[in-house]
């Protein structure tokens, strides 16, 4: 038996051509088109991760989650700044007690959005991941 696309000798049993790797029976040209592997890398969980740890946000936009990260990097930046907002505020009217007060409120409300946001991204990374191992396709 010979090969239909290059004319390589082939045994009876062999399904494909050892020098171009056409199935018997088919041409490379002239049949069915080849398939194409198309490979779509992983997100780094720590990547994703980092980024985050780094600027709020910035690990969502890594893993294609556009809106997701603008959305965090937009509520990050609105806590710093009504934060310090209202502790310039409480200073410069000589209120300690309630720069006080905004100082603990908006940096317990920026650590807590920080450390989801982490937290967040890790989840995203893998959630990307699972969705592609399983279907083949970016999920999002």
Not at 44 to 65: D, E, H, N, P, R
Not at 112 to 121: H, P
């Amino acid at each position: 038996m010979y090969c239909n696309n290059c004319g390589n000798r082939m045994d009876d049993p062999q399904e494909y051509c050892d020098k171009c790797g056409t199935r018997a029976g088919q041409r490379g040209y002239g049949g069915s088109p080849p398939q194409q592997m198309i490979s779509i890398r992983e997100k780094s969980t720590g990547i994703a991760v980092l980024l985050s740890f780094f600027w709020a946000g910035l690990g969502q936009l890594y893993v294609g989650k556009i809106g997701r990260g603008l959305a965090m990097m937009v509520g990050f930046f609105l806590i710093v700044f009504f934060g310090v907002f209202s502790t310039i505020t409480g200073l410069l009217s000589l209120n300690i007690d309630g720069a006080v007060g905004s100082v603990v409120l908006f940096g317990v409300l920026h650590v807590v959005l920080w450390v989801w946001n982490i937290f967040d991204a890790y989840n995203q990374a893998n959630e990307y991941n699972d969705a592609l191992r399983t279907s083949g396709r970016r999920p999002w």
